[in-house]
Each structure stands twice: as structure tokens, then as C-alpha cells.
């Protein structure tokens, strides 16, 4: 299965970018969406996660910056990123969760580099 993200690019310091990632429309039900990243030399991190009902969680240090939105219709997850900094520097990966079999599936990363 491939994910189709995109989104990603050079920015300044307090701009904004958003990303998206799409799944295929015969994919089946899909329960949760999230995106992480990682930064160089750093963990891969959950950046921010949202559920089939709209339940939302995000990192401590993007809350209130990030926003994490969902179109069911169009199996695609949207992460708004704005007042970006540049420890955001990183690749962003999109991965999805399925219903019943909990099966996940994910993006091939879109790489966000915030500039000082």
C-alpha cells in the first residue's frame, strides 16, 4: 500500500506549511492517522495523532502550533504547521492504522528544514 505524502519544503523560522498524506481509496477503513518525524541523529517521534471519531493528541512541543485534520472521504491526513521553528527541522512520515486487522501502513517521509 502507498501512501502519497506531501507537503514538505524550506521555510523561515515562524512560517507555516502543510503537509498531507493520502491513502488509497480502496484501502478499506482506517481508524487512526498520525504523523511523525524524525531529526537528525534524534528518535523517530509521534508528532501528532487523530483518531475515526476526531479524537486528537500532539507532541508537548506542538501543541498549539501544529493542527492534525482528517478528510474520511478522501483518505487523507492533513498536519497544518505553523509558528515552525527550526528544531521542526525534520523528515515527516504520515502512517495509518487500520480497522479490525490494526494493520499499519506508511509514508514515505517529506522532509520540513526550517531555517533560523
Known amino acids: 500500500v502507498q501512501l502519497q505524502a506531501s507537503g514538505g519544503g524550506l521555510v523561515q523560522a515562524g512560517g507555516s506549511l502543510r503537509l498531507s498524506c493520502t491513502a488509497p481509496?480502496?484501502?478499506?477503513?482506517?481508524?487512526?492517522m498520525a504523523w511523525y518525524r524524525q531529526a537528525p541523529g534524534k528518535e523517530h517521534e509521534l508528532v501528532a495523532r487523530?483518531?475515526?471519531?476526531?479524537?486528537?493528541n500532539y507532541a508537548d512541543d506542538v501543541k498549539g502550533r501544529f493542527t492534525i485534520s482528517r478528510d474520511n472521504l478522501k483518505n487523507t491526513v492533513y498536519l497544518q504547521m505553523n509558528s515552525l521553528k527550526p528544531e521542526d527541522t525534520a523528515v515527516y512520515y504520515c502512517?495509518?492504522?487500520?480497522?479490525?486487522?490494526?494493520?499499519?501502513?506508511w509514508g514515505q517521509g517529506t522532509l520540513v528544514t526550517v531555517s533560523s
Open positions: 502512517k495509518i492504522t487500520m480497522l479490525v486487522t490494526w494493520r499499519e501502513y
Open positions: 481509496g480502496s484501502i478499506g477503513s482506517i481508524a487512526a
Open positions: 487523530i483518531t475515526s471519531g476526531g479524537s486528537t
